[in-house]
Structure formats: structure tokens, C-alpha cells
């Protein structure tokens, strides 16, 4: 293809609900020097054929620096010194690098509705891209201006793979919990970057401690920010296609490789409900539980744990206000399978969360529905004794 030619435009996949109607978002996140402006290059400059709107740094101070660094702004382009316009690249790409606050960019943008089909956030200025996720994701009051036009589509972290365990082990701690830690918490996927400067056996270090840290997402190594776009936009993270795809994938591994101790654990009275999967690192905790089909009455006590857990904080058998435990749910998400073959799915950033019965129907024919539910959380404080009330959920009949 020469360069005169337009760049033909492929198929974004999505699972949202509907996303014929609005234009997915993709937040960007990242540890420093780890590579986000190299792959944010890579998209504005490359012939991929998408038609992507790059927001850079809007809720930072480094807009002009960020844009001389990836040096998309043309010297006969007179507005390309203001902060508050859009420069349209050769590839099809727009290029917002602004200083307003990130709705006002993104009310602009949405004004050329119809020039792009995804929405590329860069969130450098900020240590966690948590709260922003948030807004831009089952937010009443946002839902009623820009969230008609936009859903999350997902958040990725770059991560440097030669530093990343550095940065990972001192970085600043923010009510306890570190920065970094917080980005990979909040992530969908990961990008483990520049593992062409380090040995595979370092990359698969950083790799498995990154999955203890966050077991939910897609993690994907990279040099340059190098990986089919496809793979981190359009991937719907909060839609139930790929919670489904999820938990298929996690069944078929285990039925192949269950080890001993899981064996052990699932013929257990009570411990056969879950997996042993619990983690903490400098604060930050996940923690993987199995759920087996359960009853509606079930789910409903679950839908109160969870309220209990995200609202305030505590277990739902916590004595209220009591300064026991520190416990926050940073995100998570959730599939269960009721007797009845009723499906539904869990999705929470901080304290929203939805609970959704999944349309078998609405999903794609390839991902079928599972046989058996899962529950995903990561933040603080997820330790045993989160483990064992969930357990009394499970061992409950009424
Ligand atoms: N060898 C190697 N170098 C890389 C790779 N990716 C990025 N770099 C280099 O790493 C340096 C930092 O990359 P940037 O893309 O500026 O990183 P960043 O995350 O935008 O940095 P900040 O915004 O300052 O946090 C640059 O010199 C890049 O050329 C990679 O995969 N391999």
C-alpha cells in the first residue's frame, strides 16, 4: 500500500451490549519510562486501518512535552501548538494532546462523532487510573451526557519488563497500596514491554508475579508496544462475551492439569467450592474463588456480601465501624451459574458494581455458557477470613 492510499477500515471487535451505538474508550496506563508513548507512536503514525481518537495526557501537566516526544505535530500546522485542537494523521487517526480536563477533551472529540471509531486515553498524570475508570464506566450522572456516546471498553498497563519488579517493590504507596500496584490492579490487560533487553526466565518472573497480582487479566509481552491491536481494543472487559470465553478457558486448563492439591481441595467438606488462590504483595491482595452452581437464595446473600464488601468495607459479619480490617475491593468481576442454568455476571470498579443476568442468546455462538461460577477480587486486605465468609455464603441453604 503507498501512502497516498486511505487505509481501509477493519472490524473492531466488540462484546459490549451495544456498540454500534456508542464508541468504545480504552484507558491507557503505565509504569514510567515503560513504553506508553512508544506504543501511542506506533498507533498514530502506523497503517493499521483503524480510525482511533489518541487523548494524551489530558488530566497531566506534560501535554506539550508528551507531544514534541512522539513528534506528531507539524511544523506548517498552525494550530498545532494549541492544546485544545485535534491534528488528523495520514493513518486516519486523530490526536488530541490537551490540557482541559479529560470530559471537556473528550466533549470535543465527541463533536466529530463519526471521524473515529475508538477512543485511546492516555492517563500519564495520574498514579491510578482507578477512579477514571469509574466515571467513564456505569456512572448515572456521566451516563446522562457523554456515557450515551461512550462506553470502557478496557484499561491496559504498560509495564517495563527490565524495571517493572523495581518500580513494582518501591514505588510510592498510596493508603498503603503502591502506584504501580494500583495501575495493574485496575487493568485488563497487561503489556509486559521491551523484553527484547532482558532473558525469557526475568520476563517470566515479572510475568507470574504480575498474574498473582491481577489473575483476571490478558497478559501479553511486547518490544517496542509491538502486539495486533486487536488483542487490547475492542476486547469489551465489561461485557459478559469475554467473562465467559474466561472462565471456559479456565475450566478446560483445569480439567487438564488439576493438580494434587486441588484434588485434595475439591473432594474437602467445605474447601471444595474454591480454589486455594489467594496473594498479597506490598498491600495488595487478590483473591480466585470457585463457586459451584448455586441457588438463587445464594446469589442473593452474595449480592449482600458484595455490597457489604464494596459500600463499606467490611464483612457483612464485621461489627459495623469496627477498625478491624482494611479491607477494599479495587475491582472485580464474577460469573454464576444458578440450578435453575440461569447465568449471571459480576463487574465492580471500586464500589459500583453490576450484577447481570447473561442472555445466552445476546452471547457469541463460539462462547457457550459454563457449567460451573468463579469470583475475581483484587484490593485490600482480601485474606482468609474473606475467604471463610465467603464460605459461609456457600455452605448456607436458605
Ligand atoms: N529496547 C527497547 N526500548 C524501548 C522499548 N519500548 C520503548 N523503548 C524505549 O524506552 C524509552 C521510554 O519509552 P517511552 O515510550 O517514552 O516511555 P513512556 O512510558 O511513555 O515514558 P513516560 O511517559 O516518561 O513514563 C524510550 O527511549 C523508548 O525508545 C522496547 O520494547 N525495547
Known sequence: MDDEEIPTLLEVESATADPSKTVPLTIITGFLGAGKS?????????????RIAVIMNEFGDTADIESKAINISSPDDPTAENSEEFLELANGCLCCSIKDSGVA????????????????????????PGPIASMFWQNEEYAMGLGRDIHLD????????VFGKKQIEEDHSVDGVGESLRQLAASDVILINKVDL???????????????????????????????LSKFMGIGAYGADRLLREQRSLKQDRDTTASHDERECRS????????????????????????????????????????????ENRLPEDIPDSALTTLEVLRCKGIFVLESKETYILQGVRSMYEMSQVDAEGTQDSVGLPDEGKLVLIGKGLDQRVRQSLELIMGSSA
Request: proline share 3%.
Open 268 to 311: 474437602g467438606e467445605h474447601a471444595h467450592h474454591f480454589g486455594p488462590h489467594h496473594y498479597e504483595l506490598r498491600g495488595i491482595s487478590s483473591l480466585q474463588v470457585r463457586f459451584p452452581v448455586i441457588t438463587a437464595q445464594q446469589l442473593q446473600k452474595l449480592d449482600e456480601w458484595i455490597r457489604s464488601v464494596l459500600w
Open 154 to 161: 478496557g484499561v491496559i498497563c504498560v509495564v517495563d519488563a
Open 38 to 50: 512508544t506504543l501511542l507512536k506506533r498507533i498514530l503514525t502506523e497503517r493499521h486501518g483503524y
Open 105 to 128: 477533551a473528550i466533549e470535543k472529540l465527541m463533536q466529530r462523532k463519526g471521524g473515529f471509531d475508538h477512543i485511546l486515553l492516555e492517563t500519564t498524570g495520574l498514579a491510578d
Open 198 to 228: 532482558v532473558g525469557p526466565s526475568e520476563v517470566d518472573h515479572l510475568q507470574a508475579l504480575i498474574e498473582h497480582v491481577n489473575p483476571a487479566a490478558a497478559i501479553h509481552r511486547t518490544i517496542r508496544g509491538e502486539l495486533d
